[in-house]
């Protein structure tokens, strides 16, 4: 009986983390694992699987397509992220100071953050179309012409740019807001009492301690925006021409419009690198931050 109990006892801890390990393995260790053999290999449902190695990386290499996606994602990843922290840093600490209405306004920047993308994405197109956009409309009102803003390279990217930013900073400026809120006021009041400026608290108090937030803020960010694949398909479909494609998107063309899953595979592994390492960089930033 007792022989039993201590047994019951050692298999609690692993049958209360089996259906975790269950999952992870179903839905994220098994097809990871398949995506790099697949990437291994050109598949269509027109010809037999061949295995050619690593010929889709080199063909990724090779392929101008492919580098314009991994350009127009590092342009959208350093103009949202820039954005994100600057904003969630601001609207954080607006929100952090004692005005009027302070719940009200919590609520309205974080609002956008339970949105679908898809929805999102379908009310700026109509805000931003050429004929019936509100914003065109406006302009129109106003005596201007309108402007193509999904239309136009420059513009389209611009306006995925916006959009991502303020459907996502309301998360981050909770981040933030959380991080002011974490300091102790006895600092604050300790270095009134000793003469300190605001700006002297601000640099010598409030930065210091918001770093972790930040930093957690910037890693979160980055990682998101390289992911970014449903506000940009449904807004611009990746266009005009090509101006817009991301590579998530490139990775899906390649799966699904073209029939080559391998080199979709190899896409993603790419990818998977990408975001890889900058999980480690947040990993190895982080116990930085923590030694300070």
């Known amino acids: ?11 609690a801890p692993y049958l ?10 179903t839905f994220v260790a098994v097809p ?6 697949l990437s291994l290999f050109t598949t269509s449902p027109y010809r037999p699987t061949r295995f050619v190695g690593l010929g889709n990386f080199e063909a990724l290499a090779h ?9 127009n994602t590092v342009t959208f990843v350093v103009g949202d992220v820039a954005l994100v922290v600057a904003l969630a840093v601001a609207i954080g600490m607006l929100l952090n100071r004692s005005v009027r209405g302070r719940g009200f306004f919590r609520s309205a920047f974080f609002y956008p953050v339970l949105l679908s993308p898809v929805v999102v994405a379908i009310a700026w197109q109509w805000i931003l179309n050429n004929r019936f956009g509100a914003l ?7 005596g201007m012409r309108p402007v193509p803003w999904l239309l136009d390279a420059s513009w389209a990217m611009t306006w995925v740019i916006l959009v991502h930013t303020w459907a996502t900073v309301g998360f981050f400026a909770l981040i933030v807001l959380a ?24 640099r010598h108090i409030t930065l210091p301690l918001l770093a972790p937030s930040v930093l957690t803020v910037l890693i979160l960010s980055l990682i998101h925006a390289f992911e970014i694949f449903d506000y ?3 807004m611009t479909g990746g266009g005009p021409g090509f101006a817009t494609l991301m590579m998530v998107q490139y990775i899906y063309r390649a799966g699904f ?4 899953f391998g080199l979709a595979a190899a896409g993603s592994l790419v990818l998977f690198v990408i975001i890889l390492a900058l999980t480690a960089l947040q990993f190895v930033m982080g116990r930085l931050v923590e030694a300070v």
């Open 32 to 37: 990871a694992v398949y995506g790099f053999w």
């Open 1 to 11: 009986m007792a022989s039993g109990s201590k047994l019951r006892a050692r298999l």
């Open 16 to 25: 209360f983390v089996a259906p975790n390990v269950l999952f992870f393995t």
């Open 232 to 234: 940009v398909y449904v």
């Open 179 to 202: 991080g002011l809120q974490s300091i102790p006021p006895v600092l604050y009041e300790a270095a009134s009492v000793d003469g300190a400026t605001p700006l002297r608290r601000a």
């Open 257 to 260: 419009e073209l029939d080559q």
């Open 136 to 142: 065109n409309n406006a302009l129109r009102w106003l």
């Open 63 to 71: 392929d101008d397509l492919f580098w314009r996606a991994v350009r």
